[in-house]
């Protein structure tokens, strides 16, 4: 079973700044099997990116993913107030088959 | 407009039942995979449950095997969880989510519903 971990556990950075989020699998992931997400206090998660690097419909630009194998990253260009939130990565694994969540990074304002 | 709305939630005391619905409009749901995701007070998103878009494929994460059951019902448009011998660890906000797949790429889980909480305790 592949086990995510984000981190920082917490990142501090003030609007405008650019935020660096990471995410290592303790075996190797496909590309096409890693997603991100951003969830908000009291609000469901919402789909960022898959497939690595793709971002979901509605995605600003200034969110990227990248990565490969083991170490996966989502950048934040340029935050802005709304984009502080718990960022959760996620893959697809096929044995045993299951949705694997990192436990999440807490990105709030400095 | 997509939605999934979520229900059936409540308060129950260890060993208990419950029955959480799910219910989809805006898309032809009988062509989608879904998933159930859970969140415990203050804690991170946790995978409970997957099904096919014919039900015919089912999974679970170990920590509900035997006691969840996943199912759903393409003419009411319903995902369902049926969750019995509950723990006080099954204490979550439980959410139901849209899976998209575009041949062997995960395009991840797009649509999410607002959740609906369940609290184990006596």
């Known amino acids: 079973e592949i086990v995510l971990t984000q981190s920082p556990g917490t990142l501090s950075l003030s609007p405008g700044e650019r935020a660096t989020l990471s995410c290592r699998a303790s075996?190797?992931?496909?590309?096409?099997?890693l997603a991100w997400y951003q969830q908000k206090p009291g609000q469901a998660p919402r789909l960022l990116i898959y497939?690595?690097?793709s971002r979901a419909t509605g995605i600003p630009d200034r969110f990227s993913g990248s990565g490969s194998g083991t170490d996966f990253t989502l950048t934040i260009s340029r935050l802005e107030p709304e984009d502080f939130a718990v960022y959760y990565c996620?893959?697809?694994?096929?044995?045993?088959?299951?949705?694997?969540f990192g436990q999440g990074t807490k990105l709030e304002i400095k | 407009e997509v939605q999934l709305v979520e229900s059936g939630g409540g308060l129950v005391q260890p060993g208990g039942s419950l029955r959480l619905s799910c219910a989809a409009s805006g898309f032809t749901f009988s062509s989608y995979e879904m998933n159930w995701v859970r969140q415990a007070p203050g804690k991170g998103l946790e995978w409970v449950s997957y099904?096919?878009?014919?039900?015919?494929?089912?999974y679970y994460a170990d920590s509900v095997k035997g006691r969840f059951t996943i199912s759903r019902d393409n003419a009411k448009n319903s995902l369902y969880l049926q969750m019995n011998s509950l723990r006080a660890e099954d204490t979550a906000v439980y959410y139901c989510?849209?899976?998209?797949?575009?041949?062997?790429?995960?395009?991840?889980?797009?649509?999410w519903g607002q959740g609906t909480t369940v609290t184990v305790s006596s």
């Open positions: 989510a849209r899976v998209l797949w575009s041949g062997y790429e995960f395009l991840g889980m797009d649509v």
């Open positions: 075996q190797s992931v496909s590309s096409s099997y």
């Open positions: 497939g690595a690097s």
């Open positions: 099904i096919s878009s014919s039900g015919s494929t089912i």
């Open positions: 996620q893959q697809y694994g096929s044995s045993p088959p299951a949705y694997t």
